[in-house]
């Protein structure tokens, strides 16, 4: 009984885990979680917040944070993947090696980093908060993205020889909630008559919190993993009610000090800051679905690369040199692929309103870019042949063949029912360039929704008269 309730806790944390795997592995078939799961995150919740001061999430992160008050870091133990995939691997660190952990003292110094990226991010620069926060780490950075990442290895290396020490020491959503467990109400203590000063707590500890020896619990870096409720021989860790820090009467007012700095930061740095874009576009890159613009997208994108990850078309990339304002902010490229006319995933994941949500009948004429035709370089007109590849998967018939000055069918562009997918460019044959281009945008539009027009009915009720 005694291992029942860390047990519990590491179910619903794998669960949790399990179930952000397989939504982002299958996202067409797991549409339901994509708009839940990644909206609880703290961190993500953090930035949609400070970023421009949205309001959106205001009840979540409300609720979040008096629980977190009241019981200390639950959002650590249970929802976040990033956390869940350091308790795997800290597990085996009891595999390969005897070395137990043992308590620390807390250090101010490690509060920093974190301090200084969620400082960044309410001036308008979400580049590090991208890099450090763990929703974005663990999508960004994991097997779900193509390619090696040094700072997820760093970090999976730190987490099997230190445990949660990155919780408490870089990653900036543990920084707020730590701040806010320092004087919660309910966490586990010590009965001071039963326990033995054996410090076996101390070893299983990860976070290096408790100090059994002195029967002491830092409840502010404690993440309520519950290892040491399995360990106590003597069961004398119990979870109760703990009389209120004793601190001098302006402490409290001080420790809290960030979060309130943080908080006005939020409603009073000008939008133009927030939004700030570092080095002006070489061309306006064609932004995702629901970007609205490219301030937009700067103010509010967190680089968790969710969007990439479930685009079943793979035609959102991060961008690259040709877009340094963005530094791997979601693009579109068309060679890649083509934005499905029925696909809003990208929309349904985002976690912090970078890319607004919208139903499938507002995709239709969301105009990401406009279309350039290059006339000479169209294999129709250059070497005399047949084609209509871009008029055949047009999906609102921006682009129509039409009888050409030789006779011959080429492509003619309405602009008004342009909306930019990409379609169009992606089956052009003409390489390395597409005759056929979409141009990016800073402010994204709306199309004219093209008309319908009913086939006519040709059966035929009675013989010919001739």
Same mark, same amino acid.
């Given at each position: 009984m005694r291992r029942t309730p860390a047990r519990i806790?590491? #179910? =619903?944390?794998?669960? %949790?885990?399990?179930?952000?795997?397989?939504? /982002? +592995?299958? @996202?067409? &078939?797991?549409?339901?979680?994509?708009?839940?799961?990644?909206?609880?995150?703290?961190?993500?919740?953090?930035?949609?917040?400070?970023?421009?001061?949205?309001?959106?999430?205001?009840?979540?992160?409300?609720?979040?944070?008096?629980?977190?008050?009241?019981?200390?870091?639950?959002?650590?133990?249970?929802?976040?993947?990033m956390g869940a995939?350091?308790?795997?691997?800290?597990?085996?660190?009891?595999?390969?090696?005897?070395?137990?952990?043992?308590?620390?003292?807390?250090?101010?110094?490690?509060?920093?980093?974190?301090?200084?990226? #969620? =400082?960044?991010?309410? %001036?308008?620069?979400?580049?590090?908060?991208? /890099? +450090?926060? @763990?929703? &974005?780490?663990?999508?960004?950075?994991?097997?779900?993205?193509?390619?090696p990442s040094i700072l997820l290895f760093a970090v999976i290396i730190l987490a099997a020889c230190r445990g949660r020490a990155f919780c408490n020491?870089?990653?900036?959503?543990?920084?707020?909630?730590?701040?806010?467990?320092?004087?919660?109400?309910?966490?586990?203590?010590?009965?001071?008559?039963?326990?033995?000063?054996?410090?076996?707590?101390?070893?299983?500890?990860?976070?290096s919190a408790i100090d059994g020896n002195e029967q002491n619990i830092d409840r502010s870096r404690c993440v309520l993993c519950l290892d040491c409720l399995s360990v106590c021989p003597n069961r004398s860790?119990?979870?109760?009610?703990?009389?209120?820090?004793?601190?001098?009467?302006?402490?409290?007012?001080?420790?809290?000090?960030?979060?309130?700095?943080?908080?006005?930061?939020?409603?009073?740095?000008?939008?133009?800051?927030?939004?700030?874009?570092?080095?002006?576009?070489?061309?306006?890159?064609?932004?995702?679905?629901?970007?609205?613009?490219?301030?937009?997208?700067?103010?509010?994108?967190?680089?968790?690369?969710?969007?990439?990850?479930?685009?079943?078309?793979?035609?959102?990339?991060?961008?690259g040199e040709n877009s340094p304002s963005l530094w791997a902010r979601p693009v579109l490229n068309p060679y890649n692929g083509f934005c499905q006319y029925d696909c809003t995933l990208c929309t349904t994941i985002c976690p912090t309103g970078a890319l607004i949500g919208m139903t499938v009948e507002e995709k239709h004429i969301s105009r990401l870019g406009m279309v350039y035709f290059e006339r000479e370089e169209c294999v129709v007109i250059k070497n005399r042949t047949s084609c209509g590849a871009c008029a055949e998967m047009c999906p609102t018939g921006a682009v129509r063949m039409i009888t050409g000055l030789y006779g011959d069918e080429e492509p003619d562009i309405k602009k008004e029912f342009c909306i930019g997918c990409g379609a169009c460019q992606n089956v052009c044959p003409v390489r390395p360039f597409s005759a056929i281009r979409v141009q990016g945008l800073l402010v994204q539009q709306t199309a004219v929704q093209p008309v319908k027009v009913e086939s006519e009915d040709l059966t035929l009720n009675e013989d010919f008269p001739f």
């Open positions: 806790r590491r #179910l =619903i944390a794998y669960a %949790l885990l399990a179930l952000f795997v397989a939504a /982002l +592995l299958y @996202p067409a &078939s797991m549409e339901e979680v994509l708009q839940i799961l990644p909206k609880l995150q703290f961190g993500q919740l953090t930035a949609a917040m400070m970023s421009n001061g949205s309001q959106k999430f205001v009840v979540i992160v409300s609720v979040m944070s008096v629980l977190t008050l009241l019981f200390g870091r639950f959002f650590c133990a249970g929802l976040c993947p995939l350091m308790d795997m691997v800290s597990l085996l660190r009891g595999v390969i090696s005897k070395q137990k952990f043992a308590y620390k003292p807390a250090k101010k110094s490690r509060m920093i980093v974190p301090f200084l990226v #969620l =400082i960044l991010l309410w %001036l308008g620069l979400n580049i590090p908060f991208g /890099l +450090l926060e @763990p929703y &974005s780490l663990f999508v960004s950075k994991s097997l779900f993205y193509p390619g020491s870089l990653c900036p959503a543990g920084f707020i909630l730590r701040i806010l467990s320092s004087a919660t109400k309910y966490h586990l203590k010590f009965d001071q008559n039963q326990c033995l000063r054996c410090g076996v707590c101390s070893q299983v500890c990860r976070t860790l119990t979870w109760g009610t703990l009389p209120p820090a004793s601190l001098p009467l302006r402490r409290p007012f001080l420790h809290q000090l960030p979060l309130v700095i943080l908080a006005a930061g939020t409603y009073l740095t000008p939008a133009s800051i927030r939004a700030k874009s570092f080095y002006p576009p070489k061309t306006a890159p064609v932004l995702p679905p629901g970007a609205l613009s490219l301030a937009h997208l700067n103010a509010h994108c967190s680089l968790c690369h969710s969007c990439i990850i479930v685009c079943p078309n793979e035609v959102l990339i991060p961008s």
